[in-house]
């Protein structure tokens, strides 16, 4: 495979680039590569064009091995010479070129066909890097970046080179096998100089902040990792949903019916939690992500359920998380224990690994029950497997499917006649208050099934998300 230089005849690369192109060949920078490569060829071209013009005009040639070109073909060297003359290896001499106004008005010719405003005579700017590599513009974008960063806390960073689309489809066009991207090439020469003013560590996986700059018009963003904290809530009260709700008459515009907040609740776990690391950390919004989530009216208590809080786009990364939770315990309705810092595989696992729980919950029976009879029911509901059809009161957001939930054990507590409470270790996905009531059926066995009496959840508390699967700790 041959080097190219019939390119330089339509793009007339700067040295750089054109080393670039074979970027992965022999350790050494692009400059070099690429003025290496043109001057060889240069001088291969030079002795050829001289030996051809001697011999144009003798017919008596004395070897047959001596170069007989037409003049076509001595056109085609005087074309590439001046096509690499063009592209930045001024060496190459141009008396032995006579017709150079033609070759000029053929690039004239193919930049205007481009769509690119033609060049000043002999001006060149090479149509791939356009400069960037000027010690002006990475200072200028250097400074952009200083700039953009300045109100941001942060420990690692990545600078990544956005590339605009037409020089994207360029690269396409004159990709060789060895060629390097001039995004690889544009992040190095601006990391040599950002790195030792930000004077921060460069973390290709996990950066807090990864830097997008574009070269060509100095524009600098910013992709702001969020943070994750994670530790275990309780609910204390009843009434508060787990997260934002908006309200159900206005969808969160507000109206008068919620006095103009959007909220169809006054505030929810997500909230009270959310609320001191965003006003110190100043995040552009958070997530808060629960290991499953309990009722409005079902309170929270044990040792509590892990959750993790994302704060997206936060200008402080760093918080004192001691203080954070004194400052979410003062709410009297939520209580947070076990702060640390997380990640976003953290989300992953909780999101999707079933806990289980343990449940307490208030039974209220339409009849009289009997000791007998409770002691009885938890005998049966020992290692029972539920078939739980999703229950009617979040079928229109819930796929209506049955699942297979297993109930492992539970404790009584008779209360008087009609009402008894049952401790329930259970698989998590369990819903109690159909496991009680039955929900017509749909839920089966259920506790109204099995006392052959209406029953139904007056209350229920989580007591303990489990984190483990060991029934005999329970
Ligand atoms: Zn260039
Ligand atoms: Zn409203």
């Known amino acids: 495979m041959n080097i190219d230089y019939s390119i330089l005849k339509k793009y007339p690369f700067c040295n750089r680039c054109f080393g670039r192109l074979y970027g992965k060949l022999i350790r ?28 144009l005009n003798n017919d008596n040639l004395e070897f047959e091995s001596d170069l007989k070109l037409t003049p076509d073909e001595i056109d085609e060297i005087k074309r590439l010479m001046y096509s690499i003359h063009r592209s930045g290896l001024f060496e190459i001499k141009l008396d032995l070129i006579d017709n150079i106004e033609k070759y000029e008005a053929e690039y004239k010719l193919l930049e205007e066909t481009n769509g690119e405003k033609a060049l000043e005579e002999l001006e060149i700017k090479c149509p791939w890097c356009k400069d960037i590599f000027a010690p002006e513009n990475l200072q200028k974008i250097s400074e952009n970046i200083a700039e953009t960063l300045k109100n941001y806390e942060f420990e690692s960073f990545l600078i990544g ?11 396409k066009e004159i990709e060789t096998p060895f060629m390097e991207s001039i995004r690889q090439e544009f992040g190095r020469e601006l990391g040599k100089i950002v790195t030792p003013i930000l004077k921060r560590r460069v973390d290709k996986e996990n950066p807090d902040i990864v830097i997008m700059v574009n070269p060509y018009n100095q524009k600098v963003t910013l992709q702001v990792n969020p943070i994750f904290i994670k530790g275990r809530y309780k609910k204390l009260v009843r009434g508060i949903p787990q997260s934002h709700w908006h309200c159900r008459t206005c969808k969160g515009r507000g109206c008068e019916k919620c006095n103009f907040t959007g909220k169809q609740y006054q505030t929810s776990v997500e909230e009270i939690i959310a609320e001191p690391f965003m006003e110190i950390m100043k995040g552009s919004s958070e997530a808060l992500h629960g290991a499953g989530r309990e009722d409005i009216d ?15 786009e936060p200008k402080v990364r760093t918080v004192n998380l001691k203080k954070m939770s004194e400052k979410v315990n003062s709410s009297k309705m939520v209580e947070i224990t076990d702060l640390e810092y997380g990640n976003k595989k953290d989300v992953h ?10 449940y307490l919950a208030k039974v209220e029976c339409d009849e009289k029950v009997s000791k007998e009879e409770v002691l009885n029911l938890v005998q049966k509901l020992e290692n029972l497997v539920i078939d739980q059809r999703t229950p009617d009161r979040v079928a229109h957001r819930r796929a209506d499917l049955v699942r297979v939930r297993k109930v492992y054990k539970a ?49 229920l508390d989580v007591l303990d998300v489990h984190d483990y699967e060991d029934v005999e700790n329970i």
């Open 28 to 55: 050494t920078d692009n400059f070099d590569r690429g003025r290496a490569l043109k001057l060889s060829k240069a001088i291969e071209l030079e002795q050829l064009l001289r030996i051809a013009l001697e011999n």
């Open 298 to 312: 079902v309170r929270m208590l044990g040792n509590g359920r892990p959750f993790v809080i994302e704060i997206k």
């Open 161 to 171: 080179t956005k590339l605009p689309k037409r020089f994207k489809e360029l690269e």
């Open 411 to 459: 404790w009584p507590h008779i209360l008087d006649d009609y009402n008894f409470e049952l401790k329930i270790f259970c698989d998590g996905g369990l819903y109690i208050k159909e496991l009680i009531s039955s929900d017509e059926g749909r839920t089966s066995p259920s506790v109204s099934e099995l006392l052959d009496k209406k029953c139904i959840c007056k209350f």
């Open 349 to 358: 696992f909780f999101k999707n690994e079933p806990h289980k729980k343990t």
